[in-house]
């Protein structure tokens, strides 16, 4: 169980926060929002950009962080996941983070704002492959695609080990669409991640008919 020690200073900056989201409510985006399935319980339809100029104005508080997260608000999440400081964040956080996520969206700005900055980010990567939690599972993938995206050197010899850890079981569809995403990225960067994925790719496509699709794409990727 985590422990926070209040104080005057981040208690105005979250109410400021909240006032400056609450001003930046938009009905139409919401409307938008709910037309594509992103039904939260709690949002105010304030645009990811904004979101993110919001957050830029702000320094990364742990705290301050926390606060937005228990709002509960679609908008206070998504900023609290670019405020959070990653060195900062514990186990029982992430547990609860992962239990709160509600809709894909989530999923997506969390894994790109925090979790690829995690300083343990690969070992938890290998635990949330095999762990059989859906939202665990389909966060390290958008990772995985991130990391191969950025390029850094240590993800990219990591890389090659995640690979045999992906799930076998990918028939939910959003899972699959972002498997075939984050590999087509993967396989972009170096011969020998391309060899390892086409291999995994292809003994897992005589099995199950969802990789199948997984490797029609690749040999679009492998063309370019």
Not at 48 to 74: D, I, M, P, S, T
Not at 133 to 159: F, P, Q, S, T, W
Not at 190 to 217: F, G, H, M, P, Y
Request: proline residues 1%; charged residues 30%; aromatic residues 8%.
């Amino acid at each position: 169980m985590e422990f926070f020690i209040d104080n005057k200073d981040t208690e105005a900056k979250f109410k400021e926060i909240f006032k400056k989201i609450s001003i930046l409510r938009n009905g139409e985006t919401h409307h938008e929002m709910k037309k594509f399935g992103l039904n939260y319980q709690k949002s105010l339809g304030v645009t990811v950009v904004n979101l993110r100029e919001l957050a830029a104005k702000y320094e990364q508080n742990h705290l301050l962080a926390h606060k937005l997260w228990v709002k509960e608000f679609r908008e206070t999440r998504i900023v609290a996941s670019l405020l959070e400081e990653p060195e900062k964040v514990e186990t029982a956080q992430l547990e609860r983070w992962f239990q709160d996520m509600e809709s894909n969206e989530l999923y997506e700005q969390i894994s790109m704002n925090l979790l690829i900055h995690l300083p343990n980010i690969h070992q938890l990567l290998q635990d949330w492959l095999q762990s059989g939690n859906y939202k665990k599972v389909v966060c390290a993938v958008l990772v995985l695609g991130r990391m191969a995206l950025l390029k850094r050197k240590e993800d990219i010899i990591g890389l090659v080990n995640f690979v045999e850890f992906i799930p076998e079981n990918i028939d939910e569809n959003y899972l699959k669409n972002q498997v075939k995403r984050s590999l087509g990225k993967i396989v972009r960067l170096n011969k020998e991640l391309a060899d390892k994925i086409s291999t995994r790719v292809n003994q897992l496509k005589n099995k199950d008919e969802n990789w199948q699709e997984v490797w029609d794409d690749l040999q679009y990727e492998l063309e370019l």
